[in-house]
């Protein structure tokens, strides 16, 4: 945790409101954010930036459905008793309430679906209903869908290579990865993903994406001129161990849009989107090419995001419609490598669990799996009890290993008490 995380501890300290960010005509000279000069990323800065990442970074939206008879429309069905349900998080003793782990994780909002209708809602730090925020990494777990939907439909094949697909690639360290591979990250290259180090290759790779790049710049100019350079490793080969890096999803959506002819957002709006009946166009973050973020550039409002774990739970289905091929979700559910998984060492807390199509698979007694992203992001989908979890958080702590504690026990909670109703 750095200094200015240090100074701020409480979830109520950092609201975005009191703090004043942003605001006045013009905003105080120290109340002004920028992404020219990373300001708005710095915590407790980032729990403004995640609900208005579109005004700092050039942005592509990915449309919603525009007919008034398309749209999804959630039952609401209030369970007030939610918040009183207790746990004990990990490697404690004392149970707190989930009301109470709300506060504690940065929670900016939070659904809560059971059986399709919304049991809980609730929003804090200027986010609300009709608001966007940053999905950050379950931007990957939504292009491992896309490319599932694709697999099903016949026009990728997950057991070629990445080079018969992308011929620039031929000669990095993904060339003779399989797209099974780069799906699972299982791909055996050199690309280290520390977020507390501001030397490891995720930054770099960040900064080829950056349109605010000083002039003395001379690296790659867009994400798809920096993926040639990665090397495979040579003491181990791709399929072996699981490694959690963000540039695997680059060569996916590079691929996908390279088979299909169409950017990621007009992909992910014509596939998804609109036939799920998605209430509010999504955004994505853009490179100086105006290539789409597609590992941590998704926006999107919270109850289009519940109704997009909503489709998973129901096995591509809605409304009695098949929206995707069932075929595509049960790919993801049946889980990756296991052995894989474990060897990386990377996540001792999440035993048993394996990686699949981008998507988490805890193959507990669940059978329940999710997408992540850094500072809490997060879809729960637990078949068992019928419910989809959907959260935004901009919690000063960036890894999921230092919420998993705080959060997965808390959904496990909630699950098993809708077991029973």
Excluded at 52 to 59: G, L, N
Aim: charge should be negative.
């Amino acid at each position: 945790m750095n200094n200015s995380t240090e100074k701020y501890i409480s979830v109520h300290e950092t609201d975005p409101g009191p703090m004043g960010w942003m605001q006045g005509f013009p905003p105080a000279k120290d109340k002004v954010l920028s992404a020219a000069d990373g300001s708005f990323f710095e915590f407790p800065a980032l729990r403004y930036s995640v609900n208005h990442m579109r005004e700092f970074i050039p942005t592509r939206e990915v449309l919603g459905n525009k007919e008034k008879d398309g749209v999804h429309k959630f039952h609401v069905k209030p369970m007030k008793e939610l918040d009183t349900i207790s746990f004990i998080p990990w490697k404690e003793t004392n149970p707190i309430t989930w009301a109470e782990s709300l506060e504690k994780n940065f929670t900016d909002g939070i659904i809560i679906l059971h059986r399709g209708h919304i049991v809980y809602e609730r929003y804090f730090a200027g986010l609300n209903h009709w608001g966007h925020h940053a999905a950050m990494s379950v931007s990957k777990s939504v292009a491992g869908l896309l490319a599932s939907v694709l697999i099903a439909e016949g026009k990728l094949d997950e057991h070629r290579t990445v080079a018969s697909y992308i011929p620039e690639l031929e000669h990095s360290g993904f060339g003779d990865a399989t797209l099974k591979n780069v799906l699972e990250m299982t791909t055996a290259i050199q690309f280290t993903e520390n977020y507390d180090d501001p030397n490891s290759d995720i930054w770099k790779f960040s900064q080829s994406g950056n349109i605010f790049r000083g002039p003395n710049y001379t690296g790659p100019s867009c994400y798809y001129e920096y993926l040639p350079q990665i090397q495979k490793r040579v003491d181990r080969d791709h399929g072996e161990v699981f490694g959690y890096k963000t540039a695997n999803t680059a060569v996916l959506g590079w691929i996908m849009s390279r088979v299909t002819g169409k950017g990621l957002a007009q992909l992910l709006s014509e596939k998804i989107w609109q036939p799920m009946g998605a209430a509010n166009d999504a955004y994505y973050q853009l490179d100086p090419a105006g290539i789409a973020f597609a590992g941590g550039g998704l926006n999107m409002n919270l109850r289009d995001m519940a109704l997009l774990g909503e489709l998973l739970r129901c096995q591509g289905k809605l409304n009695g419609v098949q929206i995707i091929p069932k075929k595509a979700v049960l790919e993801i559910t049946k889980g990756g490598d296991s052995c894989a998984f474990a060897k990386s060492k990377e996540y001792p807390a999440l035993e048993g669990w394996s990686y699949r199509n981008m998507w988490w698979i805890t193959h507990n007694s669940h059978q329940a799996y999710m997408a992540r992203g850094v500072h809490g992001q997060a879809i729960y989908i637990d078949p068992m009890a019928e419910m989809v979890i959907a959260r935004f958080a901009s919690n000063p702590l960036s890894s999921n290993k230092y919420i998993d504690p705080l959060s997965l026990p808390a959904y496990e909670a909630v699950a098993n008490y809708l077991l029973g109703c």
